[in-house]
């Protein structure tokens, strides 16, 4: 019985070996090119990226700086609250921690205005960075289209796993120049 399961797994791979050399032998007769871009130093040396992320500073602060306000509020609420609890009616005591309770989920919901998956400053930064984004992009795509690239590589990207890249093959300062930032 094993040596029936041996013989037939030995078959399958004897018969998908030369289908998998034959699909792959295409690929890698034909020449790719291939390039990278280190996007951190492009984005270092565009004016407008670091405007940008100076704007989303400083509204990012302003927001923080709202919403601690509340939760402070809230702190000093309670910690009222803790100092007062002994004097207070049943009643009170609700009224009191409902508008504690109030205090922090107004906290708790601006927070997610300004700084949640879809909040103000997502939208923020999606309006100054994307334009900025897409400028290099279509700059990225006009150089390997005109020298052929098929695949363009972020070398700064963490998910990009590149060991090695030759300088010989970094656009990087080729995008700058067509973006108007000529090795600054």
């Given at each position: 019985?094993?040596r ?8 399958a791979?004897?018969s998908?070996?030369?289908l ?17 871009i ?11 990226y ?8 400083q509204?990012?602060k ?12 809230a ?6 609250y ?12 609700k ?10 989920k107004?906290a ?17 930064r999606?309006s100054?960075?994307s ?28 998910s990009a796993?590149?060991?090695y ?13 067509k973006?108007?930032y000529?090795n600054?």
């Amino acid at each position: 019985m094993e040596r029936n399961k041996k013989a037939i797994r030995n078959r399958a791979l004897r018969s998908v070996l030369p289908l998998c050399l034959f699909i792959l032998l295409p690929l890698t007769a034909s020449a790719q090119k291939f390039a990278l871009i280190d996007m951190e130093y492009v984005l270092s040396n565009v004016p407008a990226y670091e405007r940008a992320n100076e704007q989303l500073n400083q509204v990012s602060k302003k927001w923080q700086a709202e919403v601690e306000a509340l939760n402070t509020e809230a702190g000093t609420m309670y910690k009222n609250y803790q100092n007062e609890v002994v004097f207070l009616s049943q009643e009170q005591k609700k009224k009191k921690q409902e508008a504690i309770m109030t205090k922090e989920k107004e906290a708790s919901d601006l927070k997610r205005k300004y700084f949640g998956p879809e909040g103000e400053l997502f939208k923020k930064r999606q309006s100054l960075i994307s334009p900025i984004q897409d400028e290099i992009y279509n700059a990225v795509k006009d150089i390997s289209e005109q020298r052929g690239y098929s695949l363009v590589v972020d070398r700064s990207s963490e998910s990009a796993g590149i060991i090695y890249g030759s300088p010989k093959i970094d656009i990087s300062n080729e995008v700058l120049q067509k973006l108007g930032y000529a090795n600054q």
